[in-house]
């Protein structure tokens, strides 16, 4: 049966070593760092990250525009389908007229079903490319609470890893300020000379 005593290395006994007092302020250190800093870390970068997000949303907004296109072939990849935004695509021909009054065409995704001859949006940038839509909100908020959480963990492992050490370390100490004890000790017990 094996009994233990709570606190016994922050009491005074002759068996309380100095790596034991480490060992014990290392626990309550590890302690408030798990459960206070890594929290606090992790929502200081997911904040940093939400605002980094919206910068970038921002721009895409600014350097992005939808016009409604119509459909007039299907690209040589039409078997090949993506997923963008939630929804099926495929690359077809599209055309648009220019705010100008142009009639441009590009190849771009539309959803798949539309077909020849009707319209879809299309997001293009400054040069008439077809690009993705702008990252929306719930994108931004996704983006943050995965920064924010593998910061966390981050940090979280990193204390672990080094709690472990400080350990390792307080052991090997441990044991070689137990091993000189008994070097002074052991001839007393034993009536042998050292």
């Known amino acids: ?3 233990r005593v709570r606190g016994w290395r922050w009491r005074r006994n002759p068996l309380r070593r100095r790596s034991d007092v480490v060992e014990a302020w290392t626990v309550v250190v590890v302690a408030l760092l798990l459960f206070v800093g890594a929290p606090l870390l992790g929502a ?3 904040w940093w990250g939400y605002g980094q997000a919206q910068a970038i ?3 895409q907004r600014a350097e992005r525009h939808r016009v409604r296109a119509t459909v007039v072939d299907k690209t040589s990849d039409t078997l090949s389908s993506s997923q963008l935004g939630g929804q099926h695509s495929y690359r077809a021909t599209v055309r648009w007229s220019a705010p100008d009054g142009t009639e441009k065409t590009t190849t771009a995704r539309v959803p798949t079903g539309t077909r020849h001859g009707e319209t879809a949006d299309v997001w293009l940038d400054s040069h ?3 690009v993705p ?3 929306d909100g719930a994108e931004v908020w996704q983006h943050s609470a995965t920064v924010g959480s593998f910061t966390a963990i981050g940090t979280a492992l990193t204390v672990l890893l080094a709690h472990r050490g ?3 370390v307080a052991l ?3 044991m070689t300020e137990w091993d000189r004890d008994w070097a002074l000790t052991e001839p007393q017990w034993t009536h042998r000379r050292a």
């Open 166 to 168: 400080v350990r390792a």
């Open 57 to 59: 949303v921002a721009e």
């Open 128 to 130: 008439g490319k077809s």
């Open 133 to 135: 839509p702008p990252s």
């Open 172 to 174: 090997r100490h441990r």
């Open 1 to 3: 049966m094996r009994t």
């Open 44 to 46: 200081a970068t997911a």
